[in-house]
Each structure stands twice: as structure tokens, then as C-alpha cells.
């Protein structure tokens, strides 16, 4: 394949690969990664935010490298792969005489530019959406049952990337529904499916917890057009930057005469009219459309072909998008060319002054998956996450985090409650606070189970069960018990004290691997219409934990 590509495509892609080398070595850590390689530290069927592609791709990477290239070298490889697969997608016989302007399309795109070295989880979704429609295009074109596992294949592993990948493939099928009489694309679902089902095994083990946290559990606000809709429309912009214009125009007029281009159309009209409609309930990231960029490249390419003009006007905008990418990439490494901090500034440098202050005492940060995990990768030391009833749960509510650091000497941390002990700046500004604590013990997986409706009624007694997951019965003199009261959108607003007792008040144990029987009455909130509460228990003085299912008030 290699072979026939030309000296000059080789050239550039060579030079885009070193590129991304440099800039993944050089540039720190960005938090989500940080998070992603403490999923890759434990190789599993699934994650609490994200299916396992992005922790697997961090795991291959540290075969090859230490550091922050152990983390990206695969996007980095995927990256020019990616770009490989959409030129051999291009069948226009003039496309040799148009190298250097394919790649100013291919490196002006914003974000495929920064995911080119990133490893977040839409590094995969990219190049498994062009690989998946480059074996398409081969299946149109002739369907064999090799061409079925393959696509068969692909599908399962763009929907290991990320959820959203379901977008792609619906998309495509749309644009062509005569694959529903076709047998081998019949098995082509059936191989997906196939090769899918360990993490439909994972989901289904741990009560779907990924699944209802993305479509339930998310905290919201109220609509704000500006915020949402009007957002919506300059993270369009921001995809292909001074070009947007010009690419949606291309959009615009491009009149499909084929199944694969009508694909891409499909595709990409698809996608921006389904988060057009979500941005009237919710925030729509940027990332989330990022996987349009695979079919515009190819629109885009293939229309300025045959269109001197506006061949010209857009490898213009996209060098200067070229040039302000380039700036942009200087200054996530060097801090000092923006006025600015971004995340991947000064990591390091707040890492090893706590890790000198604290020694070998694990850390334990509060509400902070981002923290924890960054500072266990650059100082090598165990650190976790503490998540309590105002923040939400991810990664470290499901594994064992919790329990390897139990009854240690911790350092806690908190950026929200000042504690005598010691103080710590990030280059940010952000003060955080923490102090030892000699034994520490805590119970987040204490689960309350209610199987009544609730409605705010300070008067009304209600039943609850408490299930004890642990090996070790729990006094019950450690326990405390709160509930947050939350707005229509799910957003705490208020954490009150809740009286709860045994109903056989004799008992003085919670124990091991059983359930015990409690009364409770809400308290008065200073929220005036609260539509949601959740439970949390405090342990040994904690702040109240997520210990239930977020309760719709009737």
C-alpha cells in the first residue's frame, strides 16, 4: 500500500508524524489522558464514563515508551494512518497534482490536528470512522464475507472508541436502507455484535452504571440559547476554523452520485442535525461533532479539485489556520506564550511539590478524578479520588481504589474545605488544602436502596434498606446520614443533616455482605422546589458520599 502513495504524500505524512512525536513527548499531560491511563493501569471490558478502546490504545503505547509518549504514541500512529485511509477513499485521477493542498484540508482541521497526539477517547472514533468507510466503500463496491467480518470488525471497534460511534453507523445505514435485504450486511451486525458482547457482558455486571449516567445521572442547567444553541453553532466554527465558511458551503453543494458519497453526506448532515436538536437540552462539546471531519475532509477534498477558486481561497484560510494551530501547539508546551493556562501547564511542577511534602502517604484527593490520577502518574505514588454526594461518581466509585488505602496514613486533600494543615498553589492560582489523617477509613459503597415514592413531606416517615458490599461488619456510631436536595436539572443546591435510624434500634452493627432496615424523614431545605434528592452516608467525620440513586420527588 505504502508502495503506491507518492514520494511527495510520504514526505509530508513523515513530517506530520514527527511533528506529532515531538509535540506528544514534549507537551504534559492534559487531564482527561491522565484519567485514561489510570483506566489503562487495569486492562478491563469497560470503564464508568467510557467504553475500553482509549485504555487499551495507552496500554499498547507503554509498550513502546515511558512517559507522555507512553500514553500517546499509538494516536500518534492512528493519526497517520487515518490520514492514509482518506486519501486511498479519494478516486478522483487528479488528486496526485493536489498533495500539498489535501494536507493544508487534512492538518487546517482544528481538532483532528490536536487528536493527532492527544489520546482522549474520539482518537479512536476517528480512525475507526475512516476505516470503517473505507471498508464500506470496498463492500458497495463488491460485498464478500471477508469484507462483512472486516466491517463486522471495524463496527465493534468503533463502538469500543465511544457511544457516539452508534451515529456513525446508523447514519450510514440510513443512506443506504437496501443493506436490510442484504445478507451480507446481516452478517456484518452479527460479527459487531459478536465481538461486542464482552462489554455488553461488562455493562449488564455493573447494573448499566455507564449507560445511566450518560442518558440519567448528568448534571443539566436550564436552556440558554447562547449557551447551548448559540454554543452549539460556534463549536461548528471552531471544527474547521477560518475555513467553516467555506467547508459548509462545500457541504452545501455537494450533490451526491454515488452510495459513497451519499454516505458521507448522510453522515455529516446526520450528525449536525442530531446535536442541533440536543442543543435545546443540553451542552453540546465540541468533540462530540468532531466526527464529521472524517467525511468534510473527503467533501471538501474532492469538490476544490475541480474548483480552482475556491481551491485557492481554502488552502489560503487554511494556512492561516495552519499558522495559529502551529502557535497554539507552542503553547501548550510553553505557558509563557499565552496569557493563559491551559491544563497541560505546570503538572509537574504542583506534582512533585506535594509529593515532597507528603513522602510515600498515599494522597486522597476529594472530588477530583482529574487530580488524582495526574498525580499518580508523574509523581509513581497512589493517590485516588474521594468522590462525596456534590460531585458525581466515575472510575474510582467502581473499582478498588478505596479499599488500597484503607486504615493507611493519607494525605487529604480538598480545594474546598480549608484545613489547618498544609497549603498548596497550583500555577493556576487554584489554593488547595490538606491534612494527614492516621487511619483512614471510609464506606462509599454502602448502598441505600428505596422502594418508595418520595414526596417532600418534613412529617412523612419513610423506609429505607442499607446494603453492606463489604467483608467487615460497620459500627453503626460511624454513620451519619445526609441528603441532597437537587433542582429540575439534577444540580445540587442544598446538603441537610437526615435523622435515620434502625428500625430494631438494638442493632449496632451493619453487617458484612447484608442489608438493615431504616426509618428516615427529609429535612427542611432552604431549596423552595427541590425535584430530586440523594442519600450519602458520612463515615468517621467525611463528608457525605453518593450512596444511592439520584429520587425523583413526586
Not at 481551491?311 to 501548550?332: C, D, M, Q
Request: proline letters at 4%.
Amino acid at each position: 500500500m505504502l508502495q503506491k502513495l507518492p514520494k511527495l504524500f510520504l514526505l509530508l505524512l513523515g513530517a506530520l508524524f514527527i511533528i506529532n512525536i515531538l509535540q506528544a513527548h514534549f507537551t504534559e499531560l492534559i487531564f482527561d489522558e491522565a484519567y485514561y491511563w489510570y483506566y489503562a493501569k487495569n486492562i478491563a471490558w469497560g470503564y464508568f464514563d467510557h467504553p475500553p478502546m482509549v485504555a487499551w490504545l495507552i496500554r499498547l503505547s507503554s509498550v513502546f515508551f515511558n512517559g507522555e509518549l507512553g500514553v500517546r504514541f499509538m494516536s500518534c500512529l492512528l493519526s497517520v494512518i487515518t490520514v492514509i485511509l482518506l486519501w486511498l477513499m479519494i478516486d478522483d485521477s487528479k488528486k496526485k497534482s493536489f498533495i500539498v493542498p489535501f494536507f493544508v484540508v487534512v492538518f487546517s482541521t482544528t481538532l483532528l490536528n490536536l487528536y493527532g497526539f492527544f489520546t482522549l477517547p474520539d482518537t479512536p472514533l476517528l480512525f475507526f470512522t475512516a476505516l470503517f468507510l473505507w471498508v464500506y466503500k470496498r463492500f458497495i463496491e463488491k460485498p464478500t464475507v471477508i469484507l462483512s467480518l472486516s466491517l463486522g470488525i471495524v463496527m465493534a471497534a468503533l463502538m469500543y472508541s465511544k457511544y457516539h460511534a452508534v451515529l456513525v453507523i446508523v447514519f450510514v445505514l440510513l443512506s443506504n436502507l437496501k443493506l436490510l435485504r442484504n445478507r451480507f450486511a446481516w452478517l456484518a451486525v452479527l460479527v459487531a455484535l459478536l465481538c461486542y458482547s464482552p462489554h455488553f457482558l461488562w455493562l449488564y455486571e455493573h447494573d448499566f452504571i455507564s449507560i445511566k449516567y450518560h442518558l440519567f445521572d448528568r448534571p443539566n442547567q436550564a436552556y440558554s440559547f447562547e449557551k447551548f444553541t448559540g454554543g452549539y453553532f460556534l463549536n461548528l466554527m471552531a471544527l474547521f476554523g477560518f475555513v467553516f465558511p467555506l467547508a459548509y458551503y462545500i457541504l452545501y453543494k455537494t450533490k451526491p452520485q454515488d452510495l459513497f458519497k451519499k454516505a458521507l453526506v448522510f453522515l455529516t448532515y446526520g450528525v449536525l442535525i442530531f446535536f442541533f436538536f440536543s442543543s435545546f437540552s443540553k451542552r453540546v462539546q465540541t468533540q462530540w461533532v468532531i466526527v464529521i471531519s472524517i467525511p468534510m475532509i473527503l467533501l471538501v477534498f474532492n469538490f476544490i479539485i475541480d474548483h480552482e477558486r475556491l481551491r485557492k481561497w481554502v488552502v489560503g484560510l487554511g494556512v492561516v489556520n495552519i499558522i495559529v494551530l502551529f502557535y497554539a501547539r507552542a503553547a501548550l508546551i510553553n505557558h509563557h506564550l499565552i496569557p493563559i493556562y491551559y491544563e497541560s501547564h505546570g503538572n509537574k511542577e504542583w506534582v512533585s511539590r506535594l509529593a515532597y511534602e507528603v513522602s510515600d502517604a498515599p494522597v486522597v484527593f476529594e472530588n477530583s478524578y482529574r487530580n488524582a490520577p495526574m498525580y499518580e502518574f508523574y509523581s509513581g505514588k497512589k493517590a485516588i479520588s474521594l468522590n462525596n454526594i456534590n460531585y458525581r461518581q466515575n472510575q474510582y466509585s467502581i473499582d478498588d481504589a478505596e479499599a488500597s488505602v484503607q486504615h493507611q496514613k493519607v494525605f487529604y486533600v480538598s480545594q474546598y474545605v480549608k484545613k489547618p494543615g498544609l497549603t498548596y498553589p497550583r500555577i493556576d492560582g487554584t489554593i488547595y488544602y490538606g491534612e494527614y489523617i492516621d487511619n483512614f477509613e471510609s464506606f462509599r459503597r454502602l448502598q441505600f436502596i428505596v422502594d418508595e415514592e418520595i414526596v417532600y413531606d418534613l412529617e412523612k416517615t419513610y423506609t429505607m434498606k442499607v446494603y453492606n458490599p463489604y467483608n467487615v461488619d460497620i459500627s453503626l456510631k460511624k454513620l451519619r446520614y445526609g441528603v441532597a436536595f437537587m433542582n429540575n436539572y439534577k444540580e445540587v443546591r442544598d446538603v441537610r443533616k437526615m435523622h435515620a435510624e434502625p428500625l430494631d434500634k438494638t442493632i449496632l452493627l451493619l453487617k458484612s455482605n447484608d442489608t438493615l432496615n431504616f426509618t428516615f424523614k427529609l429535612p427542611k431545605t432552604k431549596l423552595e422546589h427541590p425535584k430530586y434528592i440523594q442519600l450519602g452516608i458520612s463515615e468517621n467525620g467525611l463528608h457525605y458520599g453518593i450512596n444511592g440513586d439520584k429520587i425523583k420527588l413526586k
